[in-house]
């Protein structure tokens, strides 16, 4: 039986795959959502590879150490490359409870611009807020990668993985999943926006400076937690379930 700190953690993180897969932001089971166990001992939770995202419940996320070592029982294995991604940025981020990476036809899109994120909407000024951007070298299964991977997001929350897709970070599942949700979202209205064909208006520097603080306002200081209730109503109105 999990502690309730850890059963809390489970239905978080199983609400968060299964609301991926709503918005249409999962890939098959080629994505990883990972959630940091409170605690000494390095342990964190990912997802049954081979189960789609809309499947998958808290009791069916796998328990893992620092090694990728399963924890418990599980007829599913763990990806390796979700595993070499998500194990360099928990071991480096001691703050952090959650790390969501995707391949969004969006996303992938814009980290494939040689200018990445442009300043052109109100969503990419606050993801511009604390992005970063990490160089493409095949597909994550290498441990020489992570170091340069923790340097290339440093104390920030957003990461633009240049020819592969996104990745966010939070001190809660919630302000994970609402980082994302601004960042996907301003990486589509890029691609519209591109696809207009006319020259694209940029947001002066001067209003970006004043960003962080509006931001955090708009939220009443509570990040991610402002719209997670809501995104739950929601989930349990329409793919119950996640919770067992």
Not at 25 to 37: G, N
Not at 177 to 195: D, G, K, N, P, S
Request: charged share 20%.
């Amino acid at each position: 039986m999990s502690d309730p700190v850890e059963q809390s953690l489970r239905v978080d993180l199983a609400a968060c795959y299964r609301l991926v897969a709503l918005f249409g932001w999962d890939d098959l089971v080629f994505t990883h959502i990972s959630a940091r166990i409170p605690g000494k001992d390095h342990h964190f939770l990912i997802n049954p590879y081979g189960m789609l995202f809309e499947e998958i419940t808290a009791s069916s996320l796998i328990k893992v150490d620092q090694s990728g070592e399963k924890l418990e029982r599980s007829p599913h294995p763990v990806n390796p490359a979700g595993f070499v991604i998500h194990s360099a940025i928990h071991a480096a981020r001691h703050d952090l409870a959650c790390v969501l990476h995707l391949h969004t036809p969006a996303g992938v899109a814009v980290s494939a611009q040689k200018e990445g994120l442009l300043p052109i909407s109100q969503q990419a000024t606050i993801s511009l807020t604390s992005l970063g951007y990490h160089a493409y070298e095949g597909i994550a299964l290498r441990d020489d990668e992570k170091p340069r991977l923790v340097t290339d997001l440093g104390e920030r929350a957003c990461l633009i993985l240049r020819n592969h897709g996104l990745l966010t970070v939070g001190r809660t599942i919630a302000d994970a999943f609402l980082t994302m949700y601004t960042l996907q979202r301003a990486c589509e209205v890029q691609i519209l926006a591109q696809a207009g064909g006319s020259e694209l208006l940029r947001v002066d520097s001067a209003v970006l400076a004043g960003v962080k603080d509006a931001a955090r306002s708009v939220t009443k200081g509570l990040g991610g937690a402002i719209a997670w209730p809501g995104l739950l109503r929601k989930l349990d109105r329409v793919n119950p379930g996640y919770a067992a």
